[in-house]
């Protein structure tokens, strides 16, 4: 019997939290004793500060730089870089997490999330640039909400200004200070800019960057408004000169700025200036609304108007890590969750795993700490069997060596 085993997060035990590398080796050790067979072992987890651990035997290569944390010092961070292809492509891959919680945890300005930058994730990507043809940055949790003003200010090499001094002055930059986005899409001209984000938040309303906050910390909920009025001032103006550009770019014959929707449409009815009115609004909507645009507190935004693509983190890290043949050659598929719940189902590794599995015919179990989805609710995200693990690691261990004489038939 071959095993695909599937660790997606942390486990919350009562008697002490086991990573996620723990997990794996709890289950894995367990079910390879209990059974005939073999086991396939995968990390997908490109949460906080996950990201370059779940890609690190597919990108073996660590470059160790000093950027600007969140919060204004100087911190150590790596990047890993992928091995060359036979045309000497390469990935490099930058985790913003590496610069953000952490950093805010040591700040001496005390001006919080909305006085954090992510000017140390430009500085990274900008330094993985030189050496690699590709850039993925991991969203994460980047610790401020600036929109990536700070990102887009490190590759266009601004090393002051407002953008550079967290989200909540974004409501008071100018169209010049916007320009930098324009200065960080030539600087990565040729380089294909990805950002892998963990959410599909967009940078505005109710259910984007600043809202988001305003949920987890609720505490922050006035300043979270403050973040949204100013982020989507910040916005505009960014919009407005790309779009400049890209209006300049076609009347001079050249290649427009891919991705923002120009002024050239036709004229709607009414007058110039009302359509002129109206493709702007357009334009704001086609950035700010981009699945993924509010991730990392607004980066997915920066990268985006950088000229990136923004990608779901888990996917990319499933086929980073081969999930697809993994899967093909697998006799069942065990995901292993803290909580199986709605989120669990929807986001995550879970519906990764079970997409690919489901396409094959491979069963898909899961093993969860506490269990709330209900059996329809299972059923409806493609879970053949779902198990809790109990109280602490010895209950787990029993646990896992049930469901392993369960789901190995008559190989024991």
Request: proline residues 6%; glycine residues 16%.
């Amino acid at each position: 019997m071959h095993l695909l085993l599937v660790a997606a997060e942390p486990l919350a035990l009562p008697d002490g939290n086991l990573p996620v590398e723990d997990v794996c080796a709890l289950v894995a050790e367990t079910w390879a004793a209990t059974v005939r067979g073999d086991v396939d072992a995968c990390v997908l987890n490109p949460g906080a500060a996950g990201f370059l651990r779940a890609l690190a035997v597919h990108a073996p290569e660590q470059v160790a730089v000093v950027a600007r944390g969140a919060a204004g010092d100087d911190v150590p961070v790596t990047f890993r870089l992928g091995r060359p292809s036979t045309t000497g492509a390469r990935t490099a891959y930058v985790e913003a997490a590496l610069l953000g919680p952490a950093a805010i945890g040591g700040s001496t300005s005390g001006g919080g999330p909305g006085a954090a930058t992510t000017y140390g994730v430009g500085q990274v990507v900008a330094l993985a640039a030189r050496r690699a043809t590709r850039v993925v940055v991991a969203t994460g949790d980047s610790g401020a909400h600036d929109a990536g003003a700070g990102m887009l200010a490190a590759l266009a090499g601004a090393g002051a200004g407002p953008l550079t001094c967290g989200g909540s002055v974004l409501g008071a930059i100018t169209a010049a200070d916007a320009a930098v986005a324009l200065r960080a899409r030539d600087a990565l001209r040729s380089v294909e800019l990805v950002g892998a984000v963990e959410s599909d938040l967009p940078l505005l309303g109710l259910h984007g960057a600043s809202g988001a906050l305003a949920v987890a910390r609720p505490a922050l909920a006035a300043l979270a408004q403050d973040l949204e009025r100013a982020h989507g001032h910040y916005a505009h103006e960014v919009t407005r000169a790309l779009e400049g550009a890209a209006r300049r770019d076609l009347l001079a014959g050249a290649p427009g700025l891919s991705g923002v929707p120009g002024p050239t449409a036709s004229p709607a009815p009414g007058g110039g200036r009302t359509a002129g009115v109206a493709s702007r609004a357009a334009a704001d909507r086609a950035l700010t609304g981009l699945p993924g645009a509010g991730a990392g507190g607004g980066l997915g935004f920066g990268i985006a108007a950088a000229g990136g693509r923004l990608l779901p983190g888990t996917s990319l890290v499933a086929d980073v890590v081969g999930l697809g043949p993994r899967t093909r050659a697998a006799d069942v598929a065990i995901v292993v969750v803290d909580r199986l719940d709605a989120s669990t189902t929807h986001d995550g590794a879970l519906p990764e795993v079970a997409r690919r599995a489901g396409a094959v015919g491979v069963p898909v179990v899961v093993l969860a700490r506490e269990i709330l989805a209900g059996r329809r609710e299972q059923a409806a995200a493609g879970i053949s069997g779902a198990y809790e693990l109990g109280p602490d690691s010895g209950a787990a261990r029993a646990r896992v060596a049930r469901v392993a004489r369960t789901w190995a038939g008559g190989e024991r």
